[in-house]
T-cell receptor
Framework: GEDVEQSLFLSVREGDSSVINCTYT??????LYWYKQEPGAGLQLLTY?????DMKQDQRLTVLLNKKDKHLSLRIADTQTGDSAIYFC????????????FGKGTTLSVSS | DAGVIQSPRHEVTEMGQEVTLRCKPI?????LFWYRQTMMRGLELLIY????????DSGMPEDRFSAKMPNASFSTLKIQPSEPRDSAVYFC??????????FGQGTRLTVV
């Protein structure tokens, strides 16, 4: 079955880099996502990567994918207090109309 | 586009009452998902539709839950009768044939 695992908490200091890790089990996963949720808000899509890529960079965000180990990571450079939120990893298979399966989320706490 | 629109944003109801949550997906998106978020279980997929047709409702917890999508621009999730354990944030998301799934702001349901 499908399963997505994430560590629950990460605490960093402002200005440091944050690395949030995720593992998934479905080998047919084609799209892998990172969402951000601030308190009381919905899920905001940060970035996504196709399974035929191993890296994607978007400003302060870098996504690394190790398809062999089914491991996905999100690196946030120069972490700011505004980055404090819950970060969700999600996978989706390459079939029309399939749903995203989410991990339980990693709470990132940034201290100044 | 206004994004995925959910209503109401907050709902407080008494146990045993019927609750109807509403979702308007982004125009042109052909898949719609209902998720439930709780502290204990994280984000659970309840049901999803493709081209207005329910594809997978295996996540619907009980017969008390039902979902409809009468047309491409509207979906409802109904709980009848509601119970305190249904208290959660319910999210609707939509996606076009591509890869980016967009979420609404959610409906926070409290059943007392």
């Amino acid at each position: 079955g499908e399963d997505v695992e994430q560590s629950l908490f990460l605490s960093v200091r402002e200005g440091d880099s944050s690395v949030i890790n995720c593992t998934y089990t479905d080998s047919s996963s084609t799209y892998l996502y990172w969402y951000k949720q601030e308190p009381g808000a919905g899920l905001q899509l940060l970035t996504y990567i196709f399974s035929n890529m191993d890296m994607k960079q978007d400003q302060r965000l870098t996504v690394l994918l190790n398809k062999k180990d089914k491991h996905l990571s999100l690196r946030i450079a120069d972490t700011q207090t505004g980055d404090s939120a819950i970060y969700f990893c999600a996978e989706r298979a390459n079939q029309a109309g399939t749903a995203l399966i989410f991990g339980k989320g990693t709470t990132l706490s940034v201290s100044s | 586009d206004a994004g995925v629109i959910q209503s109401p944003r907050h709902e407080v109801t008494e146990m045993g009452q019927e609750v109807t949550l509403r979702c308007k997906p982004i125009s042109g998106h052909n898949s719609l998902f209902w998720y439930r978020q709780t502290m204990m279980r994280g984000l659970e997929l309840l049901i999803y539709f493709n081209n207005n047709v329910p594809i997978d409702d295996s996540g619907m917890p009980e017969d008390r839950f039902s979902a409809k999508m009468p047309n491409a621009s509207f979906s409802t999730l109904k709980i009848q009768p509601s119970e305190p354990r249904d208290s959660a944030v319910y999210f609707c998301a939509s996606i076009h044939r591509g890869t980016e799934a967009f979420f609404g702001q959610g409906t926070r349901l409290t059943v007392v």
